[in-house]
């Protein structure tokens, strides 16, 4: 689907061999790891992580399109009250 739009050399690197490596160890009972997310392609391996920004708590009696445009700024805010959950 992708060769039409990707150079032969970036086809070629997204192959799923370089993938079922990572899905074989996943599968194994050596591997410990359960319920993480993974950026993988190419050879390339990378632990995800999710982060919550602290959010915002509206009053549902008055929840508008106004009032989430006026705390939109808390509800995007990661530089305060951030978690890190561990599973998705």
């Known amino acids: 689907m992708t060769e039409t739009v990707m150079p032969k050399e970036v086809t070629e690197a997204l192959?799923?061999?370089y993938v079922a490596p990572f899905v074989a160890?996943?599968?194994s009972d050596q591997c410990t790891d359960n319920g993480a997310l993974y950026?993988?392609?190419?050879?390339?391996?990378?632990?995800q992580r999710w982060q919550r920004s602290e959010g915002f708590q509206y009053d549902v009696d008055t929840l508008t399109p106004?009032?989430?445009r006026d705390n939109w700024s808390k509800v995007n805010d990661f530089?305060?009250?951030a978690t890190f959950p561990e599973s998705n």
Not at 39 to 47: D, F, L, Q
């Open 79 to 81: 530089s305060k009250g």
């Open 66 to 68: 106004e009032s989430v």
């Open 15 to 17: 192959k799923p061999d």
């Open 39 to 47: 950026e993988v392609g190419a050879g390339y391996i990378a632990k």
């Open 25 to 27: 160890y996943l599968c």
